[in-house]
């Protein structure tokens, strides 16, 4: 059962001002959550992701490439066709960055004039810059340091456990081999042993025969114990180097599915003694 529940205080009109100014605030916290949802799909989050380190590095090809991945997933996405025109604009590839920065004023909404107006402005440099034949300016110098991939609207950075890099893999595996050796160098030492009682004087051999093969099972033995030791503390300090350290990921809200969460979002009435703000959501 779905139920509104509101949750608000009074203010009085002498701070009628105040709270248009909140109201405000609060619709014009960021151009880009007002013309994109939050329903990007994870996968396109990760190639995103995966396109800002290429960009940061300066690898405008990759980045690129991720990008397109990602719009394929996402393909009304103003935020990603942005990164793209932006990109495109980077490696010169004029044609492109102009349909991607003509595609991206397409997708503003109308409450959106003024970043349509840099839209239409980045536009018109751009073909200007097409006409003389350039990718970018005479007058423009190359840029030392650029600006950063938009962020994506509704994508959440979440610190997790585990860190799966170089070191873990090589101490993983190290003890996976050395577990190994020290199984087979502990059945070795078994074989032998069993082989040394089961000696019998004069018809295997000598005493001397008999007493090598006691000699194999307990050289077997140290060995696998070794082996086993550096085996199982090299598992453990796998285990150490992923759950102990810390990474950063890029994650999509979780949303509530219909009738089984709560959304929560600001209210605002007018009443006689001034305007009521408060929260109103389902649950």
């Not at 003890?175 to 032998?192: D, K, M, Q």
Request: aromatic fraction near 8%.
């Amino acid at each position: 059962m779905r139920l509104n529940r509101y949750r608000g205080a009074v203010l009085p009109s002498r701070r009628l001002g105040t709270a248009l100014v909140v109201g405000c605030l609060w619709l014009g916290v960021s151009p880009a959550l007002a013309q994109e949802d939050f329903d990007t799909p994870p996968e396109a989050i990760e190639f995103y992701r995966e396109a800002r380190e290429h960009y940061a590095g300066g690898r405008y090809d990759e980045a690129a490439e991720a990008l397109e991945r990602a719009l394929v997933l996402d393909p009304d996405s103003p935020t990603l066709v942005y990164n793209l025109a932006r990109v495109y604009e980077l490696l010169g590839d004029l044609e492109r960055s102009l349909r991607y920065y003509e595609r991206y004023r397409e997708l503003l909404p109308q409450q959106q004039a003024q970043e349509a107006d840099r839209a239409e402005a980045t536009i018109r440099r751009l073909q200007g810059a097409r006409a003389t034949g350039q990718g970018r300016q005479d007058d423009e110098p190359a840029p030392r340091e650029v600006a950063p991939l938009r962020q994506l609207p509704g994508v959440v950075l979440v610190r997790e456990n585990g860190v799966a890099d170089e070191a873990f893999w090589i101490a993983l595996g190290g003890g996976a081999v050395s577990l190994a050796a020290g199984a087979v160098f502990g059945s070795l030492a078994l074989v032998s042993r069993a082989d040394a009682d089961d000696f019998v004087l004069g018809r295997g051999g000598g005493r001397q025969d008999r007493d090598r093969l006691y000699d194999n099972a307990t050289t077997f033995g140290v060995v696998s114990d070794v082996t086993l030791g550096l085996g199982g503390a090299a598992v453990i300090a796998a285990i150490l180097l992923y759950f102990l350290r810390e990474h950063t990921v890029e994650r999509a809200p979780v949303r509530a599915s219909e009738g089984d969460g709560a959304t929560v979002e600001p209210s605002a009435s007018l009443t006689p003694d001034g305007v009521a703000l408060g929260l109103r959501g389902t649950f």
